[in-house]
């Protein structure tokens, strides 16, 4: 029986192969953000609706629109999710609804992020694993060895 190692089959980007990706990359996170309001707004309206109508009777004319209205909230978070997976299988790991996208790279052997937002032409940011959006550093600064007499 053998099971397969995710972090064996982890995807990493260089810099070009996550370039190259983004045009497909920004037609999925265009889908995923837009879909995200679309399940966003059913939802909300189903809460409201949900929430005034919490004592209502079963023969109430609005108890089918409210199914019909759940069933739609349905499967538009299938579409989403469907959009999710498509990029999970690119190897491109959503950060946000907001489109913040990291792509999976490697520096000095050890695990960053390649970090692109929708609306960015191309991926000019990384950060450590840890570091997320607020430790966004120049693309310029992925390679660049430390300078002599300095230690990081």
């Not at 064996?8 to 996170?29: G, H, M, W, Y």
């Not at 450590?128 to 600064?141: D, L």
Request: glycine share 8%.
């Amino acid at each position: 029986m053998s099971s397969a190692n995710p972090v064996a089959t982890k995807k990493f980007f260089s810099l070009d192969e996550a370039n190259k990706t983004l045009p497909l990359v920004k037609q999925i996170v265009g889908d995923i953000v837009r879909q995200f309001q679309i399940v966003n707004e059913l939802d909300t309206r189903l809460s409201g609706v949900l929430q005034r109508d919490a004592k209502r009777r079963r023969d109430d004319p609005y108890t089918e629109e409210l199914a019909h209205t759940k069933t739609e909230l349905e499967g538009e978070e299938e579409k989403l999710n469907a959009y999710r997976e498509e990029l999970e299988k690119l190897g491109v790991e959503l950060k946000g609804t907001d489109g913040l996208c990291d792509f999976p790279s490697l520096k000095d052997g050890r695990e960053v992020y390649l970090c692109w937002r929708l609306g960015e032409d191309s991926v000019i940011h990384w950060h450590e694993v840890n570091a997320g959006f607020a430790g966004r550093q120049s693309i310029a600064t992925l390679n660049t060895p430390p300078r002599p007499g300095r230690q990081r």
